[in-house]
């Protein structure tokens, strides 16, 4: 698990456009999110495949993973992550990826 959402991360968010492929990490994120739905980690992937459309350029599904993620952060109290959310989420409202 760790390893697909690192790698999905690393697609969807690399500074180095020539490592980035959306529809990869796509597949990837969606790999991860389905094989940690109920898990602690679960607002993290969502973060992290929210990326993954945004870099294919899926807006509105990026948005809407990152409202889930957002919500199950804010559950767990991760305030850090909750924040981290809110911050790609208006990248998201303006048709921007997020990279790092």
Same mark, same amino acid.
Not at 59 to 68: D, G, I, L, M, Q
Not at 69 to 91: F, I, K, P
């Given at each position: 698990? !760790?390893? +697909? $959402?690192?790698?999905?991360?690393?697609? !969807?968010?690399? &500074? /180095?456009?020539? +490592?980035?492929?959306?529809?990869? &990490?796509?597949?990837?994120?969606?790999? &991860? =999110?389905?094989? $940690?739905?109920?898990?602690?980690? @679960?607002?993290?992937?969502?973060?992290? #495949? !929210? *990326? &993954?459309?945004?870099? *294919?350029?899926?807006?509105? *599904? *990026?948005?809407?993973?990152?409202?889930?993620? %957002?919500?199950?952060?804010?559950?767990?109290?991760?305030?850090? %992550?909750?924040?981290? %959310?809110?911050? =790609?989420?208006? #990248?998201? /409202?303006?048709?921007?990826?997020? @990279?790092?």
């Amino acid at each position: 698990l !760790a390893a +697909l $959402s690192n790698l999905a991360w690393l697609l !969807a968010t690399s &500074a /180095d456009p020539s +490592l980035r492929n959306g529809s990869e &990490a796509v597949r990837l994120a969606e790999r &991860a =999110d389905s094989a $940690s739905s109920r898990s602690e980690t @679960h607002p993290t992937i969502l973060r992290i #495949l !929210a *990326a &993954a459309y945004a870099e *294919a350029g899926q807006f509105a *599904a *990026a948005k809407e993973t990152a409202r889930n993620g %957002l919500q199950a952060a804010n559950m767990q109290g991760n305030t850090a %992550l909750a924040d981290a %959310l809110q911050s =790609d989420l208006a #990248l998201y /409202d303006l048709g921007l990826p997020f @990279h790092k």
